[in-house]
């Protein structure tokens, strides 16, 4: 077979998983277009498919056999000639997968993500040509105006829930030089959000030998030219210093949005957690925001039923969130992963009990977020337009105080054509399920 007849087959993928997950995904992506590949959102066209997978959960990883053995019926059914499995699956349970699913044609180990198109020559027995692609290509896959960009691999914290350290390894942080050069080139293709993310991106550098921070890296993206809004994601609270707090404050471009995983507010959780704040800690650094910081919105995620949670524990939970009103808030059942430090603890909390906590936490979520929303009714916000509802004069889109993908968002009735990753002042005039309703502002003379 010759190169100009390998890139005449089609590529499709199926992307599992968080952001970071769907940065590796874009790449590898990248890397196949670079070489002449065409690419196609439709799996039933192409002749190979790219599984890319999660194991962060039990959820996630039985979503990920799904999509495997969905995508296996392509070769059957289809015209699907070779399927290959990526991500964070094939690293925890190579073995396992190798005899369970003998019709997947290669699992790619993420150390291999840089070698996908040797592989992918390798399955169709080719020599390996040469082709030109850059470090920091990409397909981006959601969205043409805003996209991840991702600053480290890996964690160091050692939660005791987290497989991520023994599925990704230590925390390695990108070179500044790199990520600068993949954010100018993202702004040259029309970005205009840029999602900062890592396992926890307040470490950024610390493995570095230039003494390179998340600050640092924070001023030179603010330069970069055609990057409206930059928005930070799991900030780990420990590391939220009164300097990086400031520089939001002050930086236009920098969102004024806090993405903080919490996760729990008791201090015998927390300790138990691995966790490296306290109760107080907590406290102190929500109370720091709201008094000093009130334009901030704050984000964060809290695992319920983790083991040794009481009724009281949870309790003391749910008044933490009445009392501080967080602007968005996550839950997530506690999953108990073998060979965590949370697999072997005592007092596991029963499966029913778990979920019928998760239904309370987002049920008391819910009142506050209503209240929330009913306060910010009248107001004029920025926004940025998402996209265009099908068949309609409908369009969606986030403010800088709700991440796109997760977030409430403001759905637009306009006559006028609005442009899509472009920002609008928009009037809140009517809640809804998904957020707000609102209309364009035009302020008067």
Same mark, same amino acid.
């Given at each position: 077979?010759?190169?100009?007849?390998?890139?005449?087959?089609?590529?499709?993928?199926?992307?599992?998983?968080?952001?970071?997950?769907?940065?590796?995904?874009?790449?590898?992506?990248?890397?196949?277009?670079?070489?002449?590949?065409?690419?196609?959102?439709?799996?039933?066209?192409?002749?190979?498919?790219?599984?890319?997978?999660?194991?962060?959960?039990?959820?996630?990883?039985?979503?990920?056999?799904?999509?495997?053995?969905?995508?296996?019926?392509?070769?059957?059914?289809? *015209?699907? &000639?070779? $399927? +290959?499995?990526?991500?964070?699956?094939? @690293? /925890?349970?190579?073995?396992?997968?190798?005899?369970? !699913?003998?019709?997947?044609?290669?699992?790619?180990?993420?150390?291999?993500?840089?070698?996908?198109?040797?592989?992918?020559?390798?399955?169709?027995?080719?020599?390996?040509?040469?082709?030109?692609?850059?470090?920091?290509?990409?397909?981006?896959?959601?969205?043409?105006?805003?996209?991840?960009?991702?600053?480290?691999?890996?964690?160091?914290?050692?939660?005791?829930?987290?497989?991520?350290?023994?599925?990704?390894?230590?925390?390695?942080?990108?070179?500044?030089?790199?990520?600068?050069?993949?954010?100018?080139?993202?702004?040259?293709?029309?970005?205009?959000?840029?999602?900062?993310?890592?396992?926890?991106?307040?470490?950024?550098?610390?493995?570095?030998? *230039?003494? &390179?921070? $998340? +600050?640092?890296?924070?001023?030179?993206? @603010? /330069?970069?030219?055609?990057?409206?809004?930059?928005? !930070?994601?799991?900030?780990?609270?420990?590391?939220?210093?009164?300097?990086?707090?400031?520089?939001?404050?002050?930086?236009?471009?920098?969102?004024?949005?806090?993405?903080?995983?919490?996760?729990?507010?008791?201090?015998?959780?927390?300790?138990?957690?691995?966790?490296?704040?306290?109760?107080?800690?907590?406290?102190?650094?929500?109370?720091?925001?709201?008094?000093?910081?009130?334009?901030?919105?704050?984000?964060?995620?809290?695992?319920?039923?983790?083991?040794?949670?009481?009724?009281?524990?949870?309790?003391?939970?749910?008044?933490?969130?009445?009392?501080?009103?967080?602007?968005?808030?996550?839950?997530?059942?506690?999953?108990?992963?073998?060979?965590? *430090?949370?697999?072997? $603890?005592?007092?596991?909390?029963?499966?029913?009990? /778990?979920?019928?906590?998760?239904?309370?936490?987002?049920?008391?979520?819910?009142?506050?977020?209503?209240?929330?929303?009913?306060?910010?009714?009248?107001?004029?916000?920025?926004?940025?337009?998402?996209?265009?509802?099908?068949?309609?004069?409908?369009?969606?889109?986030?403010?800088?105080?709700?991440?796109?993908?997760?977030?409430?968002?403001?759905?637009?009735?306009?006559?006028?054509?609005?442009?899509?990753?472009?920002?609008?002042?928009?009037?809140?005039?009517?809640?809804?399920?998904?957020?707000?309703?609102?209309?364009?502002?035009?302020?008067?003379?």
């Amino acid at each position: 077979m010759t190169k100009e007849e390998l890139i005449s087959k089609t590529v499709s993928a199926v992307g599992l998983g968080c952001d970071k997950n769907r940065v590796d995904l874009e790449h590898m992506l990248g890397k196949l277009k670079d070489y002449g590949f065409k690419l196609s959102p439709d799996i039933d066209e192409a002749q190979i498919i790219l599984v890319n997978t999660c194991a962060f959960i039990n959820d996630a990883r039985q979503e990920s056999i799904n999509s495997i053995l969905e995508a296996m019926l392509r070769k059957t059914v289809f *015209k699907c &000639e070779k $399927l +290959i499995v990526t991500g964070c699956l094939p @690293v /925890k349970y190579l073995a396992e997968l190798k005899g369970l !699913l003998p019709e997947v044609d290669a699992f790619v180990d993420l150390k291999n993500n840089d070698r996908i198109v040797e592989i992918v020559e390798d399955l169709y027995e080719m020599p390996h040509a040469s082709y030109k692609t850059e470090e920091t290509s990409r397909v981006l896959t959601y969205s043409e105006h805003y996209a991840h960009l991702k600053i480290a691999d890996g964690c160091n914290n050692a939660c005791a829930y987290c497989t991520i350290p023994r599925i990704r390894g230590r925390y390695r942080s990108v070179p500044l030089k790199t990520l600068i050069k993949e954010a100018k080139d993202l702004a040259k293709r029309g970005v205009k959000e840029l999602c900062i993310v890592a396992q926890d991106t307040t470490r950024y550098g610390e493995d570095l030998e *230039k003494g &390179e921070n $998340l +600050i640092g890296l924070l001023k030179e993206l @603010v /330069k970069i030219k055609g990057i409206e809004w930059i928005r !930070l994601f799991y900030l780990y609270p420990e590391k939220v210093t009164d300097e990086l707090l400031e520089f939001i404050h002050n930086e236009p471009k920098i969102c004024k949005y806090l993405d903080i995983p919490l996760q729990h507010v008791d201090d015998e959780i927390l300790k138990a957690m691995n966790r490296r704040t306290s109760e107080q800690d907590v406290i102190d650094l929500v109370e720091k925001i709201k008094s000093r910081y009130p334009e901030m919105s704050i984000r964060s995620t809290f695992i319920v039923g983790f083991p040794g949670e009481t009724r009281k524990k949870f309790k003391k939970l749910l008044e933490f969130l009445k009392k501080y009103e967080l602007d968005n808030v996550g839950f997530f059942a506690f999953s108990r992963e073998e060979n965590t *430090k949370a697999y072997y $603890l005592p007092k596991q909390v029963f499966e029913f009990t /778990k979920k019928r906590r998760l239904e309370k936490a987002y049920s008391v979520q819910e009142a506050i977020s209503l209240e929330k929303h009913i306060e910010k009714l009248g107001s004029v916000e920025r926004v940025m337009v998402d996209f265009r509802v099908k068949d309609s004069k409908k369009y969606i889109a986030h403010t800088q105080f709700c991440s796109p993908e997760i977030d409430f968002v403001v759905i637009i009735e306009s006559e006028k054509e609005l442009e899509l990753g472009k920002l609008y002042d928009v009037k809140l005039t009517r809640i809804c399920q998904t957020g707000f309703e609102g209309e364009l502002y035009e302020p008067t003379e």
